[in-house]
């Protein structure tokens, strides 16, 4: 079992705005998914994109949207989002603070 | 894609001081695995038991302990816990408020 606080995971860039830390992934013997923690500064997105991996998230703090096509969807502390396979989708942070959400996808 | 407040997601009790939402699962086309959250009274525990599926935890609110063994590790707000498949394990409120926190499961 590993037990930790999530700000104790190194924080990597994404891209700028953008950090991830992958609380839980395969060094920790996950064997099927891993949960990361990203924190979207104001005014920042992440990538606008499509992929083969679902993403199931829960946003922590901060407020922003989702962005699925023409379609804008509001985001906030408590907000639950599931993003299926092969569903284009951006995270945009237009609030004043940081938008901080769990992502997990599945590992392979 | 789903988006909604974790709030909205009916509360199904698992036992007494202890109920569960399925915030994301198959019925969403969740293709994999399955976001639940739990909240655990003061005083209450969720079962003391060890499975084949694996636990990727993050704690939203409260106190309390993880118990595996003879071992007892204190958890709170934006603790991350991973329970391997197998390993016995079990959380226990003790504290004064609701222990809340996301629990992610593979879905088979």
Redesign the interface.
Known sequence: ???????D?RPVPELPGVIKRE??NAD??????C?R?FDVEPGSSTPSHAHWW?H?V?V?SGRGV?I?GEKE?P?EK????????D?H?CFKNNGDEVLRF?C?I?LQ
């Open positions: 079992m590993k037990v930790s606080k999530y700000l995971t609380v839980i920790d013997g996950a064997p099927r998914f949960m923690v679902e199931e829960f922590l989702v699925s969807t985001i408590d907000s639950v989002i599931f993003v299926p396979p569903e989708h769990i997990v599945p």
